[in-house]
């Protein structure tokens, strides 16, 4: 069982860094993907980049019951709940963006500012960190395995995430302050996404500022639907470990299966692996980028330019460009004629 939950692990990391970097590398690129609802998305990238390189190492290396100091231990689960709490609040943020845009689309741009998205980046980063590690500052399981005589002098254990995380903290605080309101919260914004964005299709109202209003909204209805899909299955990824842990806390004569704590495990690891693929199914733009990156850099194939703006065309021209590309087959072509 455990050879497995390792084998499985390593997959979602791979799978996890790899279409995260691809999510990052195609907005990077690409400058129609640059508006602040994706700035939020490479915010949320970013955090499941650090799953894959980081966490699940970690995790695996707690699988096999490495014995650690106490607050180093703490340390490692403490960084898993801030990733965990910095993709919420970006779903969040992403959320509360879409929201603006419908609600009010001919101000949108002066109220939703480049510089506004990316403070809002660094709020959500700054509140995750605060939840995340709030466990550093005492409210952990130290004085209990002190009292039980569960723990040396040295403060040496052995490395679990219930040994040093509270359970008070991850359902009270954590899982009933910071993780529910929030889905909750997001789930009635998407709701009144649809309802807006339904209601202006049928009466077909025309919008000054569009020169086709319900192609507007059309796109926007896209958008949401993709946005919605996301966060439905972060939900459904996360909710279930947050269930064994209510369970945990209520029930402490109750037994969990190994087998479905590692489940849990895996469908929380997995969900930072699978929003680059509801990205390329479901995003027209994110579709176009990583099949014009795979064919460009992975196989060599001459590709047309990425879509850039107008405002750029003029500063690139079409020979920098080409000067400017390269191909990692023909960097490992010359490597092994070397």
Excluded at 34 to 63: E, K, M, Q
Excluded at 282 to 302: E, G, M, P, V
Excluded at 306 to 334: F, N
Aim: aromatic share 10%; charged share 15%.
């Amino acid at each position: 069982m455990d050879s497995l939950y390792i084998g499985m692990e390593v997959l979602i990391a791979l799978a996890s860094v790899i279409g995260n970097v691809m999510v990052v590398w195609a907005v990077k690129i690409n400058k129609s993907l640059r508006d602040n609802t994706f700035c939020f998305i490479v915010s949320l990238a970013l955090a499941d980049i650090a799953v894959g390189a980081l966490v699940i190492p970690l995790a695996i290396t707690i699988s096999i019951g490495l014995q650690t100091h106490f607050y180093s231990c703490l340390l490692v689960a403490c960084t898993v709940l801030v990733l965990t709490q910095s993709s919420i609040l970006a779903l969040l943020a992403i959320a509360i963006d879409r929201y603006l845009r419908v609600k009010i689309p001919t101000r949108y741009k002066r109220v939703v500012t480049p510089r506004r998205a990316g403070l809002a980046v660094v709020v959500c980063w700054m509140g995750a960190f605060i939840v995340g590690f709030t466990p550093m500052l005492g409210w952990n399981n130290l004085k209990r395995l002190q009292q039980n005589g569960t723990i040396s002098s040295d403060l040496i254990i052995t490395c679990q995430f219930e040994n040093v995380i509270s359970m008070d903290y991850m359902v009270y605080f954590n899982f009933f302050g910071w993780v529910l309101p929030p889905l909750l919260l997001m789930v009635l914004i998407y709701a009144e996404i649809f309802y807006m964005i339904h209601k202006q299709l049928n009466k077909k109202k025309i919008n000054s500022s569009h020169a086709d209003p319900n192609k507007y909204y059309d796109k926007e209805l896209n958008l949401a639907k993709s946005l919605a899909l996301v966060l439905f299955l972060f939900a459904s990824s996360w909710l279930p470990l947050h269930i064994i842990n209510c369970i945990t806390l209520f029930c402490p004569e109750c037994k969990k299966p190994i087998v479905l704590i590692y489940i849990a495990i895996l469908l929380t690891h997995g969900n930072s692996a699978v929003n680059p693929i509801v990205y390329a199914f479901r995003i027209k733009k994110f579709r176009t980028a990583f099949r014009k990156i795979w064919k460009h850099y992975f196989c060599c194939k001459d590709t047309p330019a990425l879509e850039i703006q107008p405002s750029d065309r003029k500063e690139i021209t079409t020979g920098e460009t080409l000067a400017k590309r390269k191909c990692v087959c023909a960097h490992i072509k010359l490597f092994l004629i070397r």
